[in-house]
C-alpha cells in the first residue's frame, strides 16, 4: 500500500522531491500544486481554530535571528543532536536512532555517558562497519546578516516562538493587559537534521503553527475549561503507564501539570479529530526528563500511529514556565515582566507547537482508502484540494460551453476544478485520487433542461439535480443535506461502461 500510495501522490501533485534534476537533498521535499492546496486549507482550518474560535492573536515575523536572540533562549548551548561521525567513510547518523534501534535510549545523556554505551553495545557504523567518533551537533543552520566587518551572526530560526516573547510588550498592551491570552504564528522553521531519513516526517525546513498562551500561574484555570472539562484523554506516561481519563480528572489528579495543561491538549485532540483522524489512532505520549527542551517543565506529544512510521509526533505541548520571558529580560535588560491586581511576575507559557508537514502525511494517509480496484483520498470537503469538479460528459462544443459557464459560477462560491481531457471515468478517477469531494457532469439532459448531474466520491452514486445548484451543493459539502434529498437517483449505462474501461489506465 505504501508503495502505491507513494507514486499516486507523486503523479497527482502532492509531493515531490526537491531539486529532483540534481539527485535531490535529504530533508527537503516540494509541495505540488494538490499538496500546496491540501496544506493550505490544513492552515487556514487551524487558524480559524485558535484565532477565531479561541480568540488568539497573530504574529507574522522573519525567519533570520540574530546570534544573541537564540543565545538568550538557550539555542546556542542547548539545541544539539548526538552525531556519529564514521572514521571511515565519512557517513554521519543520529546516534539516539541508531541507539534506539538496540532497544536503549541515549536522548539527553551526556556526552561521556552516551559515549560509554555506544562502546558497552559495540555500535559501530551501519554503511561500513567503521568507528564512530561521537560529538554534539546544533542542528541549528548558522549564516551572517549584513556584508564586510559589519556583519552579524545569526541563524535561520529552529522555531517561530522566539519573537512572540520579544514582542510580548507589545502584544501584552494589544491584549489591553488581560491574562490569559494568546497569540499564534504560522511559518518556517529549520533544522540542519543530522539523517533526515523519513520523507516528510523528518525535514530541514518545515512548517510550524505555534501558539503561546500567556498566563498568571497562580491562576492556570482557563475561563472556558468547563467546555472541554469532559473530554477524554488517552494518556500514555512517562513511567510508562497508559491511563484515559477526563481533561478535569487528569488535572484534578495531578496527571497534567495545571488546568491550561489539560485544556491545551484536549483542544489540540479536538482539531487532530476535525482533520479526520481516527481516535483509536491518537494518544498523548509524555516525554521523559531527558527527552524535554532545555525551556520546558513538562511536555506532551500528540502522537498519530502511521501504517509506515509507525508512532509518529504531530504536536508538542509544551509548559514553559516564565523560562523565556525571564531569559530574554536578562539578556536584554529590558523588563518583561507584567504587573496584574498589584502583583508583578512573570507571565508563564504554555505552547501547543503543531508540524504542518506531519500532520499533512498522517491526514494522507488515513484518507487513502481502498475498495477493490478504487484508490481514493477520502479528505473532509473543507481540507480537499478542490471542493467540487466540473466536467462536460465529452469535449463537444455544446457540451463544453455550457460546462464553462456553470463552472464560472460555482467558483465564485467553492473552489472548482475544471476538466474535459479524456474519457468521463478517467476525469472520476483523476478527481477521485485528488479527494475531490462531488463531482458535476453536464450532459446532454442538461442542455435540455438544465438539470445536472452530481456524483459522490466515496460511493460513486449519482444524483440528477433540477433546482438550483449553488445551494444544494453548499448542504452536501457542510454535511447539512444528505446526498440522497439532493436530487433524484442517477445511473448512466455510457458513464459505468467509460468508468469501468478506464478505471486503473494511467492518466
Known amino acids: 500500500?505504501?508503495?502505491?500510495?507513494?507514486?499516486?501522490?507523486?503523479?497527482?501533485?502532492?509531493?515531490?522531491?526537491?531539486?529532483?534534476?540534481?539527485?535531490?537533498?535529504?530533508?527537503?521535499?516540494?509541495?505540488?500544486?494538490?499538496?500546496?492546496?491540501?496544506?493550505?486549507?490544513?492552515?487556514?482550518?487551524?487558524?480559524?481554530?485558535?484565532?477565531?474560535?479561541?480568540?488568539?492573536?497573530?504574529?507574522?515575523?522573519?525567519?533570520?535571528?540574530?546570534?544573541?536572540?537564540?543565545?538568550?533562549?538557550?539555542?546556542?548551548?542547548?539545541?544539539?543532536?548526538?552525531?556519529?561521525?564514521?572514521?571511515?567513510?565519512?557517513?554521519?547518523?543520529?546516534?539516539?536512532?541508531?541507539?534506539?534501534?538496540?532497544?536503549?535510549?541515549?536522548?539527553?545523556?551526556?556526552?561521556?555517558?552516551?559515549?560509554?554505551?555506544?562502546?558497552?553495545?559495540?555500535?559501530?557504523?551501519?554503511?561500513?562497519?567503521?568507528?564512530?567518533?561521537?560529538?554534539?551537533?546544533?542542528?541549528?543552520?548558522?549564516?551572517?546578516?549584513?556584508?564586510?566587518?559589519?556583519?552579524?551572526?545569526?541563524?535561520?530560526?529552529?522555531?517561530?516562538?522566539?519573537?512572540?516573547?520579544?514582542?510580548?510588550?507589545?502584544?501584552?498592551?494589544?491584549?489591553?493587559?488581560?491574562?490569559?491570552?494568546?497569540?499564534?504564528?504560522?511559518?518556517?522553521?529549520?533544522?540542519?537534521?543530522?539523517?533526515?531519513?523519513?520523507?516528510?516526517?523528518?525535514?530541514?525546513?518545515?512548517?510550524?503553527?505555534?501558539?503561546?498562551?500567556?498566563?498568571?500561574?497562580?491562576?492556570?484555570?482557563?475561563?472556558?475549561?468547563?467546555?472541554?472539562?469532559?473530554?477524554?484523554?488517552?494518556?500514555?506516561?512517562?513511567?510508562?503507564?497508559?491511563?484515559?481519563?477526563?481533561?478535569?480528572?487528569?488535572?484534578?489528579?495531578?496527571?497534567?501539570?495545571?488546568?491550561?495543561?489539560?485544556?491545551?491538549?484536549?483542544?489540540?485532540?479536538?482539531?487532530?479529530?476535525?482533520?479526520?483522524?481516527k481516535e483509536e489512532c491518537m494518544r498523548f505520549r509524555e516525554q521523559k526528563p531527558a527527552e524535554r527542551a532545555h525551556y520546558s517543565s513538562e511536555t506532551w506529544d500528540l502522537e498519530i500511529l502511521t501504517q509506515q512510521f509507525g508512532w509518529v509526533e504531530v504536536a508538542g505541548i509544551a509548559y514553559r514556565t516564565d523560562y523565556d520571558l525571564s531569559r530574554h529580560s536578562l539578556f536584554s535588560g529590558v523588563d518583561l515582566s507584567v504587573t496584574v491586581n498589584g502583583r508583578r511576575f512573570f507571565p508563564h507559557v504554555l505552547e501547543p507547537s503543531f508540524g504542518i508537514d506531519r500532520i499533512l502525511y498522517c491526514v494522507i494517509e488515513q484518507a487513502y482508502t481502498c475498495e477493490g480496484k478504487r484508490r481514493f483520498l477520502k479528505l473532509r470537503a473543507d481540507l480537499a484540494p478542490f471542493q467540487l469538479g466540473v466536467f462536460?460528459?465529452?469535449?463537444?462544443?455544446?457540451?463544453?460551453?455550457?460546462?464553462?459557464q456553470i463552472y464560472q459560477t460555482l467558483k465564485r462560491h467553492f473552489s472548482v476544478i475544471y476538466d474535459e481531457s479524456g474519457s468521463i471515468g478517467r476525469r472520476y478517477l483523476r478527481a477521485d485520487e485528488i479527494g475531490v469531494p462531488y463531482c458535476v457532469t453536464i450532459d446532454y439532459q442538461t442542455l435540455q433542461d438544465g438539470s445536472v448531474t452530481v456524483r459522490d466520491r466515496d460511493t460513486t452514486r449519482q444524483v440528477r439535480v433540477k433546482r438550483e445548484l449553488v445551494p444544494v451543493l453548499s448542504g452536501l459539502l457542510s454535511g447539512e443535506l444528505k446526498f440522497e434529498e439532493a436530487g433524484s437517483p442517477f445511473s448512466s449505462k455510457e458513464e459505468e461502461e467509460e468508468g469501468e474501461k478506464s478505471e486503473h489506465e494511467d492518466s
Open 1 to 277: 500500500m505504501q508503495a502505491e500510495l507513494a507514486e499516486m501522490l507523486r503523479r497527482r501533485g502532492f509531493l515531490w522531491p526537491s531539486f529532483e534534476i540534481y539527485g535531490g537533498v535529504g530533508g527537503f521535499y516540494d509541495l505540488g500544486p494538490m499538496g500546496s492546496l491540501l496544506r493550505d486549507n490544513l492552515i487556514t482550518k487551524w487558524k480559524k481554530w485558535y484565532i477565531q474560535q479561541e480568540g488568539y492573536l497573530q504574529l507574522e515575523t522573519p525567519t533570520i535571528l540574530p546570534f544573541e536572540l537564540l543565545r538568550a533562549s538557550g539555542h546556542v548551548e542547548h539545541f544539539t543532536d548526538l552525531m556519529g561521525e564514521c572514521r571511515s567513510c565519512g557517513g554521519a547518523f543520529k546516534m539516539s536512532e541508531l541507539m534506539k534501534e538496540r532497544g536503549v535510549e541515549i536522548e539527553g545523556l551526556p556526552l561521556e555517558e552516551a559515549r560509554k554505551l555506544v562502546s558497552e553495545k559495540g555500535v559501530r557504523c551501519p554503511d561500513c562497519g567503521g568507528e564512530l567518533n561521537l560529538s554534539d551537533f546544533n542542528i541549528m543552520f548558522s549564516t551572517s546578516i549584513g556584508p564586510g566587518s559589519s556583519k552579524r551572526a545569526g541563524f535561520l530560526r529552529p522555531e517561530t516562538a522566539q519573537q512572540i516573547f520579544i514582542a510580548f510588550r507589545r502584544l501584552f498592551r494589544h491584549a489591553r493587559g488581560k491574562l490569559p491570552f494568546g497569540v499564534v504564528t504560522v511559518g518556517k522553521g529549520y533544522r540542519n537534521e543530522i539523517s533526515p531519513r523519513q520523507g516528510v516526517i523528518r525535514l530541514r525546513e518545515f512548517t510550524m503553527a505555534e501558539a503561546e498562551v500567556f498566563f498568571d500561574p497562580q491562576s492556570p484555570r482557563p475561563p472556558d475549561f468547563q467546555k472541554i472539562e469532559g473530554e477524554r484523554l488517552r494518556l500514555f506516561r512517562a513511567n510508562g503507564e497508559t491511563v484515559e481519563l477526563t481533561a478535569g480528572e487528569a488535572a484534578g489528579r495531578g496527571l497534567v501539570c495545571n488546568e491550561m495543561m489539560a485544556y491545551q491538549l484536549s483542544l489540540a485532540k479536538r482539531f487532530l479529530l476535525s482533520l479526520g483522524t
Open 392 to 404: 462536460p460528459l465529452m469535449p463537444k462544443e455544446e457540451l463544453s460551453q455550457k460546462a464553462h
